[in-house]
């Protein structure tokens, strides 16, 4: 069976300072993969997707970066956080085959 | 701009009652629509995807509907449980796209009392 992994679980940065977060996909091979941010008030936002390694597609202009150095591993990065970048970040895969998207549980980061 | 709206955007329901959950969506070329439940601090759970050629898909005692032509989605819970409690989300995938972006709503957060 699949299983979506993200960690770390909880994180405080102070603003300024760079961010990264891990996403790693088991049992499946070539998923979709994509970055959301769940903020307070604003709803579930899709902020990258991938399609294979190296291919990143960005969905809003933002203070991040997401990279995809192996198949099931997608990162998401920032070289400074801004106060605007706190919120839950979650990571998610699909197959192509009808696009069901399968959630991981989550990064709470909260930045100070 | 594809647009996705839950009505209500919260509810509260005594254990046992059947309720019912709407989801609207503007895009006619919807592809699939997904039904997730979220507890608080956690991830999305999957419970239900129908495709725009389905009008319906069950498990167990949930049953979602679609219906293209109006834009609506329903989930149904029958007989809730306390253990239903949490935010219920639908999205819909539009058609044409190569990666299945989806748009989600708002949500409902659902409450069920003894």
């Known amino acids: 069976s699949q299983t979506i992994h993200q960690w770390p679980a909880t994180l405080v940065q102070p603003v300024g300072s760079p961010l990264s977060l891990e996403c790693t996909v088991e049992?499946?091979?070539?998923?979709?993969l994509y970055w959301y941010r769940q903020a307070a008030g604003r709803g579930l936002q899709l902020l990258f997707y991938?399609?294979?390694?190296?291919?990143i597609s960005s969905e809003v202009p933002q203070n991040l970066s997401a990279s995809r150095p192996q198949d099931r591993q997608f990162i998401l990065s920032s070289k400074k956080l801004l106060l605007s970048d706190s919120g839950f970040y979650l990571c998610?895969?699909?197959?192509?085959?009808?696009?069901?998207?399968?959630f991981g549980p989550g990064t709470r980061l909260t930045v100070t | 701009k594809q647009e996705v709206t839950q009505i209500p955007a919260a509810l509260s329901v005594p254990e046992g009652e059947n309720l019912v959950l709407n989801c609207s969506f503007t895009d006619s070329a919807i592809y699939n629509l997904q039904w997730f439940r979220q507890d608080p601090g956690k991830g999305l759970t999957s419970l239900l995807l129908i495709q725009s050629s389905q009008r319906e898909q069950t498990s167990g005692r949930l049953n979602a509907s679609l219906d293209k032509s109006s834009g609506r989605s329903t989930l149904y819970i029958a007989a809730s449980q306390p253990g239903d409690s949490a935010t219920y989300l639908c999205a819909e995938r539009a058609g044409g796209t190569s990666y299945g972006k989806l748009t989600f709503g708002q949500g409902t957060i659902l409450t069920v009392h003894p």
């Open positions: 998610a895969w699909s197959l192509v085959r009808d696009y069901e998207q399968y």
């Open positions: 991938s399609v294979g390694i190296g291919q």
């Open positions: 049992g499946t091979s070539n998923p979709n």
